[in-house]
């Protein structure tokens, strides 16, 4: 699966006023080099799509912060974003590998999504 990762601009902490841009990097890596990837640059405060047949995922990392996701799927439609655990995403990032279709669940959690959509055209709206 291809893999683009690109680091958020950051300020220099020796020199405040100055913003650092590093070089995207796009890869192609199986699951489990994916995995490994995703665990040696969570520290970092970075971006990461993953392009695949069915699938447009984005994560946003920071040291600190939880991550978050978005998905969307060429193939029903689904679209979903969320807060989610380090857990929640290798679950996401194993889903996709697979080829597997999302739901209005978290894969891993079991939680809903934050905001998503069946693309029934519908809006999400959480139950009362």
Known sequence: MKIL????ECQS????????RDRDYEVDLDFIEAVSLFRRL????????LGAQ?????????????????????VDDFWGMSEISDSDAESILEMAYRGERFTGVIPGSGTEWDAWSDGSGLPWKPQS
Not at 5 to 8: H, I, K
């Open 54 to 74: 069915n699938y447009a995922i984005d994560f946003l990392i920071g040291p600190d912060d939880p991550i978050q996701v978005e998905i969307m799927s060429f």
């Open 42 to 49: 969570r520290s970092s405060r970075i971006s990461i799509h």
């Open 13 to 20: 902490s020796s020199h405040p006023s100055e913003v650092k």
């Open 5 to 8: 990762v690109r680091n958020r």
